[in-house]
Each structure stands twice: as C-alpha cells, then as structure tokens.
C-alpha cells in the first residue's frame, strides 16, 4: 500500500518515441513541465493488447481509477494542464491561450501530406533527390507562416501587457510548442525546404533545438535505437530503391544552425 502511495499519479503508455510523433507529444509535455509518471513503452505491433481504442498514447490517471485510459496527445495535453493549472501548459493569458490551442489544435489534425508522406523517424537523415509533391511544399509554408504569425501575435500581446517572452511560439514554452517538435524533426529528416522562412519562424526554430529539454529528450531517442526491440523496418529506408536519395542517420551532435 505505501509504495502505491508513494508512485506517481500519472502512467503514460506508449510507442518508441523516435517513430512516434503522438508518444513525443505527450512525454515531451511531461518531461518539459517536470510531471512525475511512469511509463511502459510497449512495441507498435502489441498496442492493442493494451488499448482497447487500438491506439497509443494512453494515460492512466491513479486518482481518476486506472481503468480510465486517456487516449488521444490532445485530450491527454489537456487533462493534464487542467490537473496542474500552476504549471501553465497553455499560456496565462487568455488572448495567447486561444492562440496557442488553435495552433495545437491545427497541427493535431492537419498538415495530412506531411504525416502521410514522410513517416515520423526522428533519427533518419534523407539526402539526395527527395521527393516532395506540391502539396507538401505547401504544408511546410504553412507551418512557416504559422510560426511566424504566432511569433509576432506574441511579442506585440507581451508588450501589451509586459510579460516574460522565452522565445517559444506563445512566450514560455506550452503544449502548442510540445504538438510542433516532432514536425521539426521530419523537416530535418527529409531535408525539407525552408525556403521564405522569416527570423521570426528560424528563432522559435533555434530556440525549440537548443532548449536543454528538448536536448535532453533528442538524446533519449538516440538511447532508445541501441534497443533492437525498437527497430520498425517500415519506417527506415521509405525511399528504398530510390538510386537518387541516399538514407543515413545524423550524428547525436548535430545542432541546428539558421540558413
């Protein structure tokens, strides 16, 4: 009974986080705000035998009854940012707030091309004569745009009001800024173009990639593929047969620098 007690409120369950751009969202707010949890990684092919939805992540809430899954990186988000109001997970202010959920909100269930085309590898590297359709040229400017009018929405409302700006899309970091780290690692990836990127868009960029979290968290995956449990052949290679795109992996040094 005492060390049940003594355990974290929350669980996480989930999939290997360097191919599972849902499973990133939610550790990432996890480990960015410092929440205490536990976690079972379990294998792609076995989520079922946990999840009665046939989807990954869930959270399980001690205090709620543990036959209470969450499922879903959104809804898991914010139940945890309404159990924690003190850590602000959405920004304070309410203007920034509805900002920031409509942005999350946009990258949860747009931005299809991307997530189609270009599967979620967070250490893969693609050079070459990458494939990349008109539509998701036009996916990529999407998100450049969005960066960089959620930048400048957010400096222009904290000199309104004098807050803190930390450089993350809505000042501090927030869930909006966890749902759009695992889309940075598929431009990196792919190679993707940046081409018309604003400052605005490159700073929030360099500062997501240099955040001692978030650099702490791009280790872990490398961690995670010295496990051959967490090897997906399908996600590796996608472009195999390809002569013209050559498949590697970067290096754990790698930093990122503006264009």
Known sequence: MADQQNQPDYHLIGTFTRYSSWTARAETVLEYFQIPYTKDIVPLAE???VSHSGLAPLLKC????TDIP???SLS???????SNPQLNLWPHDRQLRALARSAAAEMHSGF???RNNFGTNFLARYTGN????????SDVRRLLTLWDRSRKATKARLAEIGGKDEGFLFGGFSIADAFFWPVL???RTYNLPLDGASDEALAWMATMWNDPTMKRLGHSY???????????EHYEDIFRGHDDVQYGRFPEDWTFVIP
């Open 185 to 187: 690692w598929r431009l």
């Open 76 to 82: 898991i988000c914010e139940f945890l940012a309404e």
């Open 47 to 49: 989520v079922r035998t």
């Open 222 to 232: 490398y961690r995670q593929a010295e496990l051959p449990e967490s090897h997906i």
């Open 112 to 114: 299809s091309t991307l």
């Open 70 to 72: 969450l499922h879903d």
């Open 130 to 137: 990458i494939p990349v359709s008109e539509q998701a040229r």
């Open 62 to 65: 001690r205090s709620l009854g």
